[in-house]
């Protein structure tokens, strides 16, 4: 039984009265690319010695623009899984129906403000960047695990977008005004979202044996590893983008202290952040205690 202090009547209240539009958040405006769009525990460039300070400003924009894509690609698999909750119970709880409903629409929006983003980061930036391929073929092997599986990659996803707002992004003065706002409001939905996940993940194990528990634990780190292994792809379409946007060529020892920075990075960033997360980490416990020394062991391992 999950520890849950709130219903769908809670988190309809709150996305009903915190209720935004895309034009809210963007409000006419561009990027401003004399400013970081991402503090420095999600960029990871700081630390880059071969880098020079207008380098390292570019490489945190890139990430920036990175970051847009990976949740929009990510988010791709979540409005159909949602929608297949909602139908399980058309007739059921409406308020339930009608929180599930805004979460879909949540996502979508989610999707089309991310890729709006990078239009104007392109425009704005005026160089390509390449981005990971395959979002809807990423989409469909997530939906061919067990429900809980995908509730419970997506309550990790939306339990870390919080902690990145929250502790890393709200309170920081010197970022770019537009992406502050990009992720305050992509923070403002997925704060009711966590909570959702956590009722939808204590409807559907309630009737869930534990070697069923435990074989979606498994597939949710059989996905992480197949994650981080679409992060190094990025990390290396990161590092043509830098080149090409400065006209510097990196030798080899140079790409390969910037791809060991970013790829530690990465991994915290979109892995390690969601499966150490306090929230999540209670959620696999009331599930299956058997996951918690699973989800610590790839956390470790992945921030090694």
């Known amino acids: 039984m999950l520890a849950n202090n709130y219903s769908y009547q809670d988190c309809l209240n709150h996305s009903v009265k915190n209720a935004w539009t895309i034009d809210d958040c963007f409000k006419g405006r561009d990027f401003d690319f004399t400013k970081r769009f ?15 300070a207008d380098e390292k400003l570019k490489l945190n924009q890139i990430r920036g623009n990175s970051y847009c894509h990976i949740f929009a690609f990510v988010e791709e698999y979540i409005v159909p899984m949602v929608l297949d909750h909602a139908r399980r119970d ?12 805004r979460f879909a629409e949540d996502e979508t929006k989610h999707q089309a403000m991310l890729k709006r983003a990078m239009t104007q980061f392109e425009t704005g930036f005026g160089q390509s960047c390449g981005v990971i391929p395959g979002r809807e073929d990423v989409a469909e092997i997530v939906l061919g695990k067990s429900p809980l599986t995908a509730l419970l ?25 537009l ?14 979202h966590a909570k959702a996940d956590s009722l939808l993940i204590e409807e559907i ?15 949710l780190l059989e996905l992480g590893m197949a994650i981080d292994g679409l992060l190094a792809q990025q990390v290396d379409m990161d590092i043509a983008a830098l080149e090409a946007s400065t006209g510097r060529t990196f030798s080899d ?51 090694s």
């Open 90 to 101: 058309v007739y059921g709880d409406e308020t339930r129906l009608r929180f599930l409903l």
């Open 153 to 177: 990659l997506t309550s990790m996803i939306e339990w870390f977008t919080q902690l990145h707002y929250v502790e890393h992004v709200r309170d920081e003065d010197n970022l770019d005004p």
């Open 179 to 192: 992406f502050h706002d990009l992720l305050r409001y992509h923070w403002i939905d997925e704060a009711q």
């Open 253 to 303: 020892g140079e790409k390969a202290e910037i791809r060991e920075h970013q790829q530690r990075s990465y991994r915290w960033t979109f892995i390690v952040s969601g499966l150490e997360h306090p929230r999540f980490v209670e959620t696999v416990g009331d599930v299956t205690n058997a996951g918690l020394a699973k989800i610590a062991g790839a956390a470790t391992a992945l921030s």
């Open 205 to 219: 194990t309630a009737a869930m044996s534990e070697e069923e528990k435990q074989a979606a634990i498994g597939e």
């Open 38 to 52: 991402l503090p420095d525990r999600i960029a990871g460039v700081e630390g880059i010695s071969c880098l020079e």
